[in-house]
C-alpha cells in the first residue's frame, strides 16, 4: 500500500479550501497557504502498515477490519485484561474480532516475516455524566481564576491552601463544583510569561500554587522558620499580598526561596522514609515526561541568568536544544540535586492539589473540582522540547477576522499535528486527558471546537491567511468518552464563537456538555433566552475570562477600555458596538421582568438602569431558574467588581492574568449579601424542574 503525498492529504480535506466567515460569506483560502500548511505536517510513513495505528470503536459495533494484505497472515489480539485470540486472515478477508469490553487492546499481525501492531480502542457511547445530574437534579459552583484569589494566609497568589478554604464555603452553602483556570505548568525562570492559556506543558502543574506553610518540612525546618520570622521575609511577603495585581516575580522569589529551605530538610530523609518513598514513586511514574520538565526548569532558569532575553529552548545553544543529546545528559548528571528539587516541586503540586479534591469527596460535592484544558502549549516551552516532532513549530493557531476582531487572532500557540497524533495511536491525546482528568470532577476543555477544526496560521503571515485543519474528530471524542468514564469525570466544552454545525450534534451525542455565556443568550433585540429554553446539557454562566465582568458588560466599560487600548480602530463599528449593547441591556431587562427575576419595573421604566445590588441579585436569580444543569458564579459577581481579569488582543497594554479579588476570601465568606446571594441561588436552582 502506498502512502498518501501532500496531495493526497489535500485531497482528503485535511486542510479546508475555504471556510464561511463571521458574516456568512464564502472564503477561499489561497493554494499558497494550503501548500505552505501541508509542508509544514510530519510526513507519513515511508513503509506501510497492513494496518492502521489505531482502530476505534462504539461499544456494539461490530470489531472488524481489513488488513491490506498480499499474502496470508496470522494474527493475534490481547485485551487490555490479558485475554487471547489468535487466527489466520486471507488476502482481502475481513478480520472480525471477537466482542471487547472497552478499553486498550492489542491486534497483531505477521506477516511476510514482520510483525505489525494496532491498538484496538473500544469506547462507550458518551462520557460519563455524575447520578446527580442523571437524577435531574441542577447544580451550581463557584469559578474561579485561583491565582486571583486574596487571604490572610496566601503569598502573594491564590494558592492550593486557598482553594481548599474555597471547597469549604461553597459546599457548606449549597455548590456542588469549584471551577478552576488551567493549572498548567507555566515558566518559573520567566514569571511574567504568566497566561494559564499559554503554558510550559499542560501534564505538570504551576507551582506557585503550592501552599509553602503546608509543607511538614517547611514547618520542620530551623532554618526555614528562622527565615520566615525575619522582618524583611514578613515585610516582602505583605508588600505581595497587599499588591493589587498579583507580582509574580516577587511570588516566585519568595516561594523558591522557602522551598528551598524545606528541600534541604526534605533531602535528609532517609531512603526507608516514607514521604522518600512515595516521592520516589512519583518521580518513576512521572517517567520521561516529568524529568523532562524538571530538566527544562533548571536549564531555562540557568540560560535566563546568563541572558536575560533567553526566552525559551529555541534561544538556547544548539547542544541543549535536544532533550536527549549529550550535552543535556552530562547538564542532567551535573546538576542532579537541582533536577530532583524541581521534580519535588511537581510532587508537592500534585500532593496539594489531590488534598484538595479529597477534601470536595469528604464534603460529598457532587462534582468537586472542574479543571479547564488549554487549546495548546507554548511554542518555546517544556512539552514542545520534548515532543517537537508532534507539534508545527512554524505555524500557531487562533481565528479567522470576524466582526469584533477583523485582523483575525493569532494565539501564537503551535498545533498538534494530526498526522503525527493518529501515527503514534492517539497516545498524546490519550496521555493529556489523563493527566488533565486526575483528581477532580469535571473536565472544561477550552476551545472544544479544536476537536475537529483548528485555524492554523504559517509563521510570518497575518492570521487572515490561515486555513481550516482538520483533527479526527470522531476518534478524539471517542477516546474522550472512554477516558471520561474511567476517570468518572465529566466534560463541558467551551464552544463559543463560529461553531460549524458538524460538531454540534457529535458533542451533544458523545455527552459534552455545552457551554452557554449570558451575552450570547439574546434571542432578538427584545429578549434573552427565557429560563425554560436553555438547553439541560449545558453550563450557564454569565461571563469567561475573556469578557467583561457583569458590572464591565452593563457599564460598557470592556468598549471604552478596548478603545483606549486601540483594539477598535474603526469608530463607525465601534458606535454600532456600543448601540447594540444598549439594546441588549433593555432586552435583558425585559426578559428579568417577563420571568419574574425582577419584582418591580419602577426604577427600571426609563431605560437608563444603573446596575445596582438589585439588578445584579435579578440577573444572577435568572441563571439559577434556567433548564441547564449546571452554573457557574465567578466572585467577581458577588463582589460587584467591574475590572477583567483579561483583555484579549493585548500583552503589555494590559496586566493580563494579574487582577486580583477586591475582598479576601475571609471578608467574602463572612459577607452577609454574599451569604443572602448564595441562598437565593440555592433555592433557585433546587426549585427547577
Known sequence: ??????????????????????????????????????????????????????????????????????????????????????????????????????GYHQLTLEHEAQRYRCCIIVAPPRCYEPAALLAGESLWGSCIQLYTLRSANNWGIGDFGDLRQMIGETAKRGGAFVGLNPLHALFPAEPESASPYSPSSRRWLNILYIDVNQIADFQQSDAAQTWWRLEATQQALQAARSAEYVDYRAVTRLKLEGLRLAWQQFRRRGPEDAETAAFDAFVEAGGDSLLSQGLFDVLHAERREQDSDCHGWQSWPEAFQHPDSAAVLAFRIEQSDEVRFWLWLQWLAAQQFAGCWQLCQQQQMPIGLY????????????????????????????????????????????????????????????????????????????????????????????????????????????????????????VIGEDLGTVPAA???????????????????????????????????????????????????????????????????????????????????????????????????????????????????????????????????????????????????????????????????????????????????????????
Open 1 to 102: 500500500m502506498k502512502p498518501k503525498n501532500h496531495l493526497d492529504l489535500a485531497a482528503d480535506g485535511l486542510i479546508a479550501p475555504d471556510y464561511i466567515d463571521a458574516h456568512g460569506r464564502p472564503q477561499q483560502v489561497s493554494s499558497f497557504t494550503r501548500e505552505r500548511l501541508l509542508g509544514l505536517m510530519q510526513p507519513l510513513s515511508g513503509s506501510a502498515s497492513p494496518l492502521p495505528p489505531a482502530a476505534i470503536f462504539r461499544q456494539g459495533e461490530p470489531l472488524a477490519l481489513t488488513p491490506v494484505l498480499f499474502a496470508a497472515a496470522d494474527w493475534q489480539l490481547t485485551s487490555e485484561a490479558g485475554e487471547c485470540w489468535s487466527g489466520r486472515c486471507a488476502v482481502g478477508e475481513t478480520l472480525s474480532l471477537p466482542l471487547l469490553p472497552d
Open 503 to 689: 460538531i454540534v450534534d457529535k458533542l451533544r451525542d458523545a455527552g459534552v456538555y455545552s457551554y452557554k455565556v449570558l451575552y450570547f443568550e439574546q434571542t432578538s433585540k427584545q429578549a434573552f433566552r427565557p429560563p425554560a429554553q436553555w438547553p439541560r446539557q449545558a453550563m450557564a454562566v454569565t461571563t469567561t475570562h475573556d469578557m467583561p465582568t457583569l458590572r464591565g458588560w452593563w457599564r460598557s466599560d470592556d468598549l471604552r477600555l478596548g478603545s483606549e487600548l486601540g483594539l477598535y480602530p474603526d469608530k463607525t463599528i465601534l458606535a454600532g458596538l456600543y448601540r447594540d449593547r444598549q439594546t441588549a441591556r433593555q432586552a435583558l431587562l425585559r426578559t428579568l421582568l417577563r420571568s419574574g427575576a425582577l419584582p418591580s419595573r419602577q426604577r427600571f421604566q426609563r431605560g437608563r438602569a444603573r446596575m445596582t445590588g438589585t439588578l445584579s441579585r435579578a440577573i444572577l436569580g435568572y441563571l439559577a431558574g434556567t433548564q441547564s444543569a449546571l452554573l457557574g458564579l465567578q466572585p467577581e459577581e458577588w463582589l460587584d467588581m467591574a475590572t477583567p481579569v483579561n483583555v484579549p488582543g493585548t500583552t503589555d497594554a494590559y496586566p493580563n492574568w494579574r487582577r486580583k479579588l477586591s475582598a479576601t476570601l475571609e471578608e467574602m465568606f463572612s459577607d452577609a449579601a454574599v451569604d443572602a446571594l448564595l441562598a437565593q441561588v440555592n433555592r433557585g436552582r433546587k426549585e427547577v424542574k
Open 371 to 490: 479543571r479547564d484544558l488549554a487549546v495548546g502549549v507554548a511554542r518555546d516551552g517544556a512539552e514542545t522540547w520534548r515532543e517537537r516532532e508532534l507539534y508545527c513549530l512554524e505555524a500557531s493557531v487562533g481565528a479567522p477576522p470576524d466582526i469584533l476582531g477583523p485582523l483575525g487572532q493569532n494565539w501564537g500557540l503551535p498545533p498538534m499535528d494530526p498526522q503525527a497524533m493518529a501515527a503514534r495511536a492517539f497516545e498524546p491525546w490519550i496521555t493529556l486527558l489523563r493527566a488533565s482528568m486526575q483528581d477532580c470532577g469535571a473536565l472544561r476543555i477550552d476551545h472544544v471546537m479544536a476537536l475537529l477544526r483548528l485555524w492554523w496560521i504559517p509563521q510570518g503571515e497575518s492570521a487572515a491567511e490561515g486555513a481550516y485543519v482538520h483533527y479526527p474528530v470522531d476518534a478524539l471524542l471517542a477516546i474522550l468518552a472512554l477516558e471520561s468514564q474511567r476517570h468518572r469525570c465529566m
